[in-house]
């Protein structure tokens, strides 16, 4: 049995009660970092055999395959949030399941459904890229063919490159395009900027240092006429 289980982004108070249990009760933790995990595991007072789990090495993910296999129950954790959410999982996952071993997905914190549901913008549905490619060419045709969705598109970034991502999303959409920034979710300084693409350039470029994790929502420009709008989401 192979549970799936999301770790806080930022307070370890938003472990969920039955994440500790799942934990607790695991043969053994498949962890993105044992180190990291660690943290985590000594926190809450959980003593528990790790594994490393590489994506990256197929031997690593035939090793957790094989553990599964044997009958043994697993957690799979990654440094934060929700595994296979821009993050290592998917692979064991897939292969664990044409395996027949049996999955659960716990669910519990990720930064994109945090950070959307403080945006404060209009309907439930949404395009998620994650971390965007390096080269500027594809991100920028990726930017643009998700808004043409008509729905707010989410992108990870890092506090590295975050400001070249608001200028290639000025570049892309325009800007005036509206942007939500969601910064150290959860933590001491978490912070919320919201406004058009070119005034948070200027507010991130005015500091020091830009530190910290981000979500970036590319929102709609403010809808003049309702019906002149497709209703990005029926549900609502
Ligand atoms: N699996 C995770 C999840 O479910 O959200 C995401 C892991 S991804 C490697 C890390 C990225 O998530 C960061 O670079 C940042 O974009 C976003 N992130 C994680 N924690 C965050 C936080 N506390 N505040 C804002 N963004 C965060």
């Given amino acids: 049995m192979l549970y799936i289980v999301p770790t806080p982004i930022g307070n370890l108070q938003d472990i969920t ?10 043969d053994v933790i498949l962890c993105e970092d044992t180190r990291r995990t660690q943290i985590l595991l000594s926190h809450f007072a959980l003593a528990k055999p790790t594994i490393r789990y590489n994506e990256n090495e197929d031997r690593s993910v035939r090793r957790c395959v ?14 934060c949030g929700t595994p296979c959410i821009s993050d290592p ?8 399941l044409a395996a027949g071993v049996k999955i659960s997905s716990l669910p519990g914190p ?35 063919q ?3 969705l008509n729905v707010p598109v989410v992108l990870y970034e ?4 975050v400001l070249k991502m608001l200028e290639l999303i000025s570049k892309t959409l325009g800007e005036d395009t509206p942007v939500v920034i969601a910064r150290e979710l959860s933590k001491v300084y978490e912070e919320w900027l919201r406004g058009r693409v070119s ?9 020091p240092k830009v530190q910290g994790e981000f979500v970036l929502i590319i929102d709609r420009p403010a809808v003049k006429n309702q019906e002149e709008e497709d209703d990005p989401n029926p549900c609502f």
């Fill in 17 to 26: 009660l039955r994440a500790l249990e799942v934990l607790k009760s695991a």
């Fill in 66 to 79: 094989e553990i599964l296999v044997s009958g043994k129950t697993a957690a799979l954790v990654s440094d």
């Fill in 89 to 96: 999982g998917w692979k064991l996952v897939k292969e664990a």
């Fill in 110 to 144: 990720s930064a994109v459904a945090c950070a959307l549901a403080g945006a404060g913008i209009t309907g439930g549905a949404f395009s998620f890229l994650g971390f965007l490619p390096r080269k500027p060419g594809k991100a920028a045709k990726l930017i643009a």
């Fill in 146 to 148: 998700a808004y043409g």
């Fill in 158 to 161: 890092s506090p590295y490159r």
């Fill in 199 to 207: 005034e948070l350039i200027q507010v991130l470029s005015a500091r």
